[in-house]
């Protein structure tokens, strides 16, 4: 895994960040709509769409006086795409220990 996926897999590895993902599915929201959604502090969601910005999971938009936030699904498919190859049943380690 390259050190530029890093933030990715720790941003994954969190419940509500995932269920923050899961929500932009349904497309671009507010902070504080997404924050109804969330029975945490606005601060410790904060902490986790700070994560996801830095994983570059999520896109924010200033709109006067909100954030919207929405989903960067281009992230995802890049590491859908390496796990992929790397759990792919063709290279496993006990067919290239065979050859």
């Keep these: ?36 959604s969330f029975p945490i502090s606005r601060p410790s969601l904060s902490h986790h769409f700070n994560i996801l910005k830095a994983a570059d999971l999520v896109r924010t938009e200033r709109r006067g006086q909100h954030i919207v936030y929405s989903l960067n699904a281009t992230v995802l498919q890049e590491a859908l795409a390496m796990l992929l190859d790397i759990f792919s049943p063709g290279d496993s380690l006990q067919e290239k220990d065979k050859e």
Excluded at 15 to 23: D, N
């Design 1 to 36: 895994m390259s050190s530029s996926q890093q933030p990715v897999f720790k941003a994954l590895a969190d419940p509500t960040r995932r269920a923050i993902l899961k929500r932009l599915q349904e497309g671009s929201a507010t902070a504080g709509a997404i924050a109804d």
